[in-house]
């Protein structure tokens, strides 16, 4: 963490982000892009029984939630490739080849993002309310399921690029999101094949304190990190966190403690997983685009994808110094 950057924004001033004095970006405003960690209403204690801290993405906004802790049933890997698919020419263009597990082939496989899904008991739901507001009475949402993600952000136009990765000049941001915003973002947006694995092989306690170490970590990062995609002592990156803070939770034989050692680089997910002795079915595969199909299709979901996307190639087109196209 930069010692430069001590100030925690609360959230009337989440507009008001700047980029830190470490980013080659120093002084320009960060991007309002859903892209934030939390900000815990009050210290997270080791035997907390709910957390309360706001940042929550849901529904294209940020919200006020409260996570029972003690409500964790189900803890899923989720993983998805980000270079560019690999194509051949067909009948009316390129086509994206296929591998036969239904992923698309890869120009750069080990371009790997790593996420982790949690499912709560029915009886036991996240609450959602206005972000900053009162946390008591009845709430706005209610989800069962939630995603916790560690990316890299930075201006308004700015995209995830090698350079900024590697050199540190972006924001890592240590996101909580309804799976559903999750969904939008990543595969009704930008079309990637999200995998989900199957339930890690972890006990109760286990799954409540890998909930909690996410929770505590994205409170402690805020936005003051920056993003190491690759670096010779530490990372700080969306394949390292996740995984750090599941060795922190789990006790490994020494076979899979010298195994965990590996977690540095964005190279297998599901193999990281497997060399831990979590991944309970090697074969078992599951498309998060299949899941979502309904939401994925409903209109609602599609006319919002359409003003994401013109909103994100006006903002790209501003940061190149072009004008904005004329609505």
């Known amino acids: 963490m930069s010692s430069s950057s001590t100030t925690r924004p609360e959230p009337a001033e989440a507009a008001q982000l700047v980029m830190p004095r470490w980013s080659r970006y120093r002084g320009q405003q960060a991007a309002d892009n859903g892209r934030h960690s939390i900000a815990a209403v009050a210290p997270i204690a080791d035997d907390a029984e709910c957390v309360t801290f706001d940042y929550f993405r849901h529904a294209g906004a940020y919200w006020r939630a409260v996570v029972p802790l003690a409500g964790v049933r189900q803890v899923c890997g989720q993983s998805y490739n980000f270079s560019a698919p690999k194509t051949r020419r067909g009948e009316r263009g390129p086509e994206t080849r296929f591998r036969k597990t239904g992923l698309p082939k890869r120009t750069i496989p080990v371009l790997n993002h790593v996420q982790c899904r949690f499912l709560f008991a029915e009886d036991q739901p996240v609450r959602l309310y206005p972000n900053g507001g009162d946390a008591s009475g009845e709430p706005a949402h209610l989800t069962h399921d939630l995603v916790y993600s560690v990316e890299a952000t930075g201006p308004p136009g700015v995209v995830f690029n090698l350079r900024d990765a590697v050199l540190g000049e972006m924001i890592c941001a240590h996101r909580f999101l309804t799976t559903e915003e999750m969904v939008f973002e990543r595969i009704a947006v930008e079309g990637q094949y999200v995998v989900e694995s199957a339930p890690l092989g972890l006990r109760p306690e286990e799954e409540r304190n890998l909930l909690l170490k996410a929770l505590q970590r994205s409170d ?27 060795d922190q939770v789990v006790e490994y034989d020494w076979r899979c403690w010298v195994a965990s050692q590996l977690y540095r680089l964005p190279l297998n997910p599901r193999v990281y997983l497997r060399l831990r002795g979590l991944d309970t079915d090697p074969s078992y595969r599951k498309f998060l685009r299949d899941e979502f199909a309904d939401y994925l299709n409903d209109p609602a979901t599609r006319r919002r994808r359409r003003e994401h996307v013109k909103q994100a190639i006006a903002e790209r087109r501003e940061a190149q110094g072009r004008p904005r196209r004329a609505e």
């Open 220 to 246: 402690q990062a805020r936005m003051t990190e920056p993003y190491y995609m690759v670096r010779l002592c530490s990372t700080n990156n969306c394949t390292s966190n996740p995984l750090v803070i599941l």
